[in-house]
């Protein structure tokens, strides 16, 4: 589990076109570089961090934008239904005609729980998160108000094949002229091709947090990931966006560490 969803907050029209695919808040994942997440848990006592690198380009006419953030995220199992995690962004956006701005981001703390299992590789779970605003906002690196996410997360694996869906609402609170009511879904399909190896792809929507855009936005996902162990994993994903916003061009690179 990690969270994080793409990309920060923004001041202006530059920033609003870093954030094109922004919830403006952290979101969780199953694995880097998925957006979706699952409902599968660390278990009673144990930890996991995971630590990645997302760097996006924007392109709006003629002009090319920039946003790269580093996530630091701890997370421990309660229990085997309940985990809790905590995400540190770091953040920097450089656009043209405007100074370059880093910092910390808008933390986040989350509770995972999955309240069904069939023992038959279907499961259920609720994800709330809560994104604290620890962030700038007059430098377009946070929202300057608490912001909420709920997240229904759906797994079913059958075989080889593991196919998630996610469906969500955040009460996106700003101080920054953005949209608060938001929606989310997505869904996407691994595939355990041998031992080490996995692939990894996904679609999913998103109502555009920028009030001045498009209503929605839509993304679309191919990536890897390396077992390395039964312990730690890397991975390496791509990410386009697509509609009525400017695109963006995403490369991820991540490591997960369990224990």
Not at 48 to 61: F, K, P, Y
Not at 63 to 73: E, H, I, L, M, S
Request: zero cysteines.
């Amino acid at each position: 589990m990690r969270i994080f969803l793409a990309f920060p907050a923004w001041v202006g029209r530059p920033w609003a076109v870093l954030a094109s695919l922004a919830l403006a808040l952290p979101a969780a994942r199953a694995a880097h570089p998925l957006l979706t997440d699952d409902p599968g848990l660390q278990g009673a006592g144990h930890w996991q961090l995971e630590v990645n690198t997302d760097h996006t380009r924007t392109r709006d006419g003629g002009a090319t934008f920039w946003a790269r953030q580093v996530n630091t995220t701890l997370t421990r199992g309660l229990s085997d239904q309940v985990d809790v995690a905590f995400n540190l962004p770091l953040l920097r956006q450089t656009a043209p005609g405007e100074p370059t701005q880093s910092g910390v981001g808008d933390v986040g703390l989350q509770l995972k729980w999955r309240f069904y299992d069939n023992g038959r590789g279907w499961a259920l779970g609720v994800r709330p998160t809560l994104a604290l605003p620890t962030g700038r906002s007059a430098k377009g690196l946070g929202n300057g108000r608490a912001a909420a996410e709920m997240l229904l997360l759906s797994q079913l694996d059958v075989g080889d094949w593991t196919w998630l869906v996610n469906a969500g609402y955040v009460d996106n609170g700003n101080r920054i002229g953005a949209r608060q009511h938001l929606w989310a879904a997505s869904t996407a399909l691994l595939l355990q091709v041998s031992a080490a190896w996995s692939v990894v792809s996904e679609v999913g929507a998103m109502r555009a947090a920028d009030a001045t855009g498009p209503g929605a936005v839509r993304f679309g996902l191919v990536g890897a990931v390396l077992q390395l162990n039964d312990k730690t994993d890397l991975d390496l994903g791509w990410r386009r966006s697509w509609g009525g916003a400017p695109r963006a061009t995403t490369w991820g690179l991540g490591l997960t560490r369990r224990w």
